[in-house]
Nanobody, 126 residues
Framework: QVQLMESGGGSVQTGGSLTLSCAISGKEYGVTCLAWFRQASGKEREAVAT???????SYADSVKGRFTISRDNAENSLTLQMSSLKPDDTAMYYC????????????????????WGQGTQVTVST
């Protein structure tokens, strides 16, 4: 089974940058989509960015232009580059893996992903 493990979280000032990584181990059977989700305190877990094996990506409106998702299958890793960070970006960030969507992009619904990392905390101060 595929296992995911996030790293790179931390505390930064508003406007700062941070890069999260997700190490992928095990076989990717039935998995074509990778995604980053985040869950702020008192909020529901939401998709931040998704990427399929063809490297087509999607982003939440709140992070467009600031976050970049990428994957390196050879290195078995998923990355989320974050810049111009805002306090609203403060959350626990999770990487996730799941099946493909019919439209060629990846699902943005939490319940479509069946493999999850343990999360890494990102805190952005004012």
């Amino acid at each position: 089974q595929v296992q995911l493990m996030e790293s790179g979280g931390g505390s930064v000032q508003t406007g700062g940058s941070l890069t999260l990584s997700c190490a992928i181990s095990g076989k990717e059977y039935g998995v074509t989509c990778l995604a980053w989700f985040r869950q702020a305190s008192g909020k529901e877990r939401e998709a931040v960015a998704t990427i399929n094996r063809g490297r087509s990506v999607s982003y939440a409106d709140s992070v467009k232009g600031r976050f970049t998702i990428s994957r390196d299958n050879a290195e078995n890793s998923l990355t989320l580059q974050m810049s111009s960070l805002k306090p609203d970006d403060t959350a626990m960030y999770y990487c996730a893996a799941g099946p493909p969507a019919i439209n060629g992009y990846c699902y943005e619904h939490r319940d479509k992903y069946n493999i999850w990392g343990q999360g890494t905390q990102v805190t952005v101060s004012t």
